[in-house]
């Protein structure tokens, strides 16, 4: 039976159906656009407080890090008379009542200080600070020495109090800070008080019918909220959250939990979290109606589309048919087979992509031709190149026995030397070495060196034993070595000294080159230092004294991956040094 007859035969029982199933697939349809276009609204709410709330958070942190980094703050802090007596406080003072009263949601801040009594501002009204020693007794001290590098975030309010006289609900923003020429010393804490209400005010004020909105802390704590009950409780002690999981959900993407719509994002800023509540009463207002309009239309188009099937069929079949053909003689060889199809419909586009296939795979048949060819090729040039390197050795040996037979010794050492660097250079092939290999192929070098700066290179070896076995990138250490004699050591008139240390360190091995020759500017060194945390640095090193380096940076990274560190430091006039940080190869460990 031809396939136009059978598609009609297919198309009347589909369409049929199609009349009868299609109310509760357009039912299902509208829920679901209705559905999705309220889950955007709220995915858009979302993202929304989260940026207000940045916005916030990001005003808080840049007072507290002004604060923090202030030496009339610390002057006040480390004093030991009152803060009244400090020569920085009236400037001091003044500073912050400007970073408060420019700021709308700032209120209150306070200065703790372990010699001296707290430091309040407040931009409504007269009110007092929570003495110190009351203060170390509360939930902000202990979660602030936690972790005193970071700030904390935290809820005040009438039942938790640290701004005496001022009993209205603050979202607090809590931080150590710590002695500049010590930062291991806490000297003092800061307490940023901002008003909950005119913050819940910002954001509820864009939000959806029937929609709560939840500002939690890292704790899970309800800093903010339009739910009027929950501000200042654990999230797990919500009615309207109980039982809820955010760990199996996505951020900001909203999830059914019974007849709520629930999504949360998380500030990576201030690690903030919002949770966007919202009732799914209204998604089902209009249904009726559009299930009426699609029964409709799905009843005449019936009519319509059988009329249309026998000239669709033809219209789909005849095309078919041609492709087949082609594909027919494709199977036997004819990799010039192609189609003319000039429709833009889903026909033409597969008709595009047949002879897109047909125009690929005879690409794809010439480049595997192509490669094979390049292989045997190559396989054969390095069966070539591997006889230069041995008549290279036999050629400096050559030379290296005729200079001792002439009475030359010192070139007889230099050739053997160069020729012990060839060999290990060479490495047979293999892209890695022991450092008892790289340090003889270094020793070499420095051998030749030595000869040729007489008296005024000298170098000291510092290596651990127990390492000698370590396998590393072949020719890590050597360009280092070069860099020192060359750049540093060459330029001087007195006698240069390069130092090779080599240590293990827990897991890693420490690789120290030192050298006392002409070091680096700062500029060049900031940077050479800069150019090795940029990515795709290389163009720019390539002729530059740092491609060397670069070079040693992106073999490390390749080899080791992103443990492997290389740092530079240096002093004009004074020397460079630099290190390299090793990670032991799985399942290595040094020979005890």
Request: with cysteine.
């Amino acid at each position: 039976m031809p396939l136009r007859i059978k598609l009609l035969f297919l198309f009347a029982p589909l369409i049929i159906i199609a009349v009868g199933i299609t109310g509760i697939f357009t039912y299902r349809i509208a829920s679901g656009l209705m559905e999705t276009n309220i889950r955007e609204q709220q995915e858009n709410l979302t993202r929304q407080t989260m940026i207000h709330l940045d916005y916030v958070a990001k005003d808080a942190i840049d007072i507290s890090d002004y604060l923090y980094l202030s030496p009339e703050i610390h002057e006040m802090l480390t004093a030991k008379d009152h803060f009244e007596s400090s020569e920085a406080a009236g400037s001091t003072f003044n500073v912050i009542n400007r970073l408060m009263t420019t700021r709308q949601f700032f209120h209150s801040l306070i200065l703790y200080s372990k010699q001296a009594d707290p430091i309040e501002f407040n931009t409504k009204g007269v009110s007092g600070a929570l003495p110190f020693t009351d203060f170390v007794q509360t939930e902000f001290y202990k979660k602030v020495m936690e972790h005193p590098d970071y700030a904390k975030w935290d809820y005040t309010g009438p039942e938790r109090q640290l701004f005496i006289g001022d009993s209205s609900r603050k979202v607090t923003l809590t931080r150590a800070i710590k002695d500049v020429m010590d930062p291991r010393v806490i000297i003092g804490f800061l307490v940023i008080g901002i008003n909950e209400t005119e913050i819940r005010n910002s954001y509820a004020g864009g939000s959806l019918i029937d929609t709560d909105i939840l500002i939690l802390n890292q704790e899970g704590m309800v800093l903010s909220s339009t739910l009027s009950d929950a501000t200042g409780k654990s999230v797990s002690e919500l009615k309207q959250l109980q039982g809820v999981s955010f760990t199996n959900n996505t951020p900001n993407k909203p999830f059914d939990y019974g007849d709520k719509l629930i999504s949360y994002g998380t500030s990576h800023l201030s690690e903030l979290q919002v949770i966007v509540i919202q009732s799914k009463n209204r998604l089902m207002k209009e249904i009726q109606r559009i299930l009426l309009v699609t029964v409709l239309s799905m009843s005449c188009t019936f009519v319509v589309v059988m009329a249309l099937s026998w000239f669709g069929a033809s219209a789909i079949t005849k095309p078919l048919s041609r492709i087949l053909a082609s594909m027919l003689k494709f199977q036997n060889g004819d990799f010039s087979q192609q189609v003319d199809f000039h429709s833009n419909d889903e026909l033409g586009k597969l008709g595009r992509g047949y002879n897109q296939m047909v125009r690929r795979i005879d690409v794809l048949i010439t480049d595997v031709y192509r490669s094979e060819l390049h292989e045997k090729e190559a396989k054969l040039k390095l069966l070539q190149s591997q006889i230069n390197p041995h008549f290279l050795y036999n050629v400096l040996d050559t030379i290296a026995w005729t200079s001792r037979q002439q009475g030359n010794p010192q070139v007889a050492l230099m050739i053997g030397s160069l020729s012990q660097m060839f060999r290990l250079r060479l490495n047979n092939g293999k892209d890695t070495v022991t450092l008892r290999e790289e340090l003889t192929l270094i020793d070499n070098y420095l051998s030749l060196q030595n000869m040729r700066f007489q008296d005024r290179l000298a170098y000291e070896f510092a290596i651990q034993p127990d390492l000698m076995s370590l396998p590393m990138p072949s020719m890590l250490l050597q360009p280092l070595i070069e860099n020192s004699v060359i750049h540093g050591l060459e330029p001087l008139k007195e006698k240069g000294l390069v130092q090779l240390r080599v240590a293990a360190d827990s897991e890693e091995c420490i690789v120290d080159i030192i050298d006392n020759g002409m070091g680096i500017a700062e500029e060049t060194l900031r940077q050479l230092q800069a150019k090795l945390t940029e990515k795709g640095a290389q163009k720019q090193m390539n002729q530059e004294r740092g491609f060397a380096i670069y070079n040693i940076k992106e073999r490390l990274h390749m080899f080791y991956g992103n443990e492997a560190k290389i740092e530079i430091t240096s002093s004009l006039a004074r020397g460079t040094h630099v290190r390299l940080v090793i990670p032991f190869p799985k399942g290595w460990m040094p020979n005890v």
